[in-house]
Structures are given as structure tokens and as C-alpha cells.
């Protein structure tokens, strides 16, 4: 329910509005219809380009006007995922650029004409390198279609522009083609987070992706662990003096037994103002959530979503207690 009242749309902005959805549509139409038309040579595409990346070359990317723009977007993607990838200007590509393709690189070319004057000019000399072509294009009878090693076809009904002129859905099907191949290629190679993480250090995910629970926590020399034998006032006491929240209880050898905060005596206070005196054993919580200290720091945030703590205990392979992050600690390493 709204406080105030919203005020009602005019007629004009009620057409823009219907407009702006009707371009998203159509797109999405276009999409759907590209989608469905995927065959095989799609897979023959990032067959070759996961065998291009292995024997050491590199992915190029080539296209003129919105193709090329869209193309050097695509070229950021596959690099940023670890398959090496250029993009060759293509109307300079005739003036000395071809110099920096090589013999068993691979180039993905987009057109949706398959016909573009520039790009076609370029076909002899990929054949004379030796460089296979992937070709991105709307008419499978083009040229470039017909000279491409491998041809994707992302022919749209219609471009969401009203004239029907202006790439719109056509660029977006090849946009959303060229994200499909770099992303099943990166399956393909097994790319992880952590190799994610060394191509992005500078932002915030990279950041996020590198760092290891051992990174954020605080080490064991300012834990509270006490055996189970241990009073609830001593346990108190030592999480006062180390400023932890919670006491970690832990059986003879080390291991961790289970889990006493702050908040656990606060709450059975108000239950027994005796409960100074009793043993750990009997009002910790046993057996609780814990994260490895190997494991990725985004973990813990997701441990923290999952379940109401605010204190969890970082275990080594031996279960014993080496640290402690608390839910604070995720702001100051900018993890929330």
C-alpha cells in the first residue's frame, strides 16, 4: 500500500512505455528464434576455439559499424575468462593489422549481411595465413557464410527498430551469441572462480574471489577455547578479555566439541542468575556451523546468509579451532 498516492500516467508516457516494451520483445522474440536454431555447428565453434586456446593461439574478433562494437565486447568477454582474444579493426586490417594474425589462430568474424565489403576483403588473406574462421551472420547463402570454416546462423524475424533498418535485434542475438560461446567454452576448459579471480584483481569480485577464510579471520591467539569442564563465568571472562563474541569447547584432543556467545549467556541470565557456575558441557550449542580455514571467503558470507549467527568458528582438517570470523568482520573486508 502506498502513503502517497501516485500520480496518474499521462498518455504520452503511457505510449513511450509501450514502446520501450514493445523493442524488448521483439528482441527476445529474435533471441528465442536464434536460440532455437542452434545446431551443431555451434559446438563445432567452441570445439575449435578450445583447441585454438590449447595449442597456444589466439582468438581474434573482427566486424564492421555495431558488429564491431558488439565483437570487441565479446573479445572482453572470452579474455576475461581466460581464452586470449584480440580484436583486429577491420577496415585497417587491409593497411598492416593482418600482422597480427597468425598461422593457427582463429577468427570469429561478425556480419549480418555476410556480405560487407570490408570484411570480405579480408577472406583471402585469412585463407593464405591459415586462420579458421567462425562467421557470425543473418544469411547463411552470404559470402562469408559460404567461405567460413564454421557459420552460426542468428538470422532475426525482424530488427526492433520501427523502420526495421537499425541493428537492434540483430546485434543483440549476436551479442547474446558470442556471451553463449564464451561461456560454454569456459565449461569446456574448466575454468574456476580462482582462475576468474587472477583475471579481475582489481575489483571488487576478484578481490572477494582471492581472499581465503584464513584472510579474514581472527586467528586463534584472540579466541576464547575452553575445555567443556570450564564455567560459564570463566568462559565470560576470557571472551571479555580476548573481545571475541563467542568461546570455542573443545574435547581433549583439541577438537572442537561446540559453541558458547554472548549472547547464549545473556539469554540464560534472565532464565537462572546462577548460570555463572555452570559447566560449558551443558549449555553450549554442540556440534556447531563451522567453515575450513582453506576455504574461499565468499563462503562464509553464504554461511552467514543461511543461517542466524553472528560468530562462526573456522576449523582445520582435524576440526580443531584455529580462528574465528565474526559477523562484523564482513563489512571491514568489504564482503557485504
Known sequence: MHLFPRKRMSAHLRAHLTKGRRVILTEATALKAVQERLDENFGLAVEAMAETIRAGRKLIVTGIGKSGQVGAKIAATLSSTGAPSVVLDAVNASHGDLGLVANGDLILILSYSGETEEVARLLPSLKRIG????????????????????????????????????????????????DALAMVLLETRGFTKEDFAIFHPGGTLGRNLLLKVQ???????????????ATVNEAVDVILKKRAGAAAVVDAQGKLRGIYTLGDFSRGYRKDVNIGKTALDKVMTAKPITVRVDKMAVEVLNVFEANRIDDLVVVDRQHRPVGLVDAQDLARFKLI
Open 131 to 178: 586462420t579458421r574462421i567462425v562467421a557470425l551472420t543473418g544469411n547463411a547463402k552470404s559470402t562469408l557464410a559460404d567461405q567460413a570454416d564454421i557459420h552460426i546462423d542468428v538470422k532475426v524475424p525482424r530488427e526492433a527498430c520501427p523502420l526495421d533498418l537499425a541493428p537492434t535485434s540483430s546485434s543483440t542475438a549476436m551479442l547474446a551469441v558470442g
Open 215 to 229: 584472510d579474514i579471520m581472527r586467528p586463534v591467539e584472540q579466541m576464547a577455547i575452553l575445555a567443556g569442564t
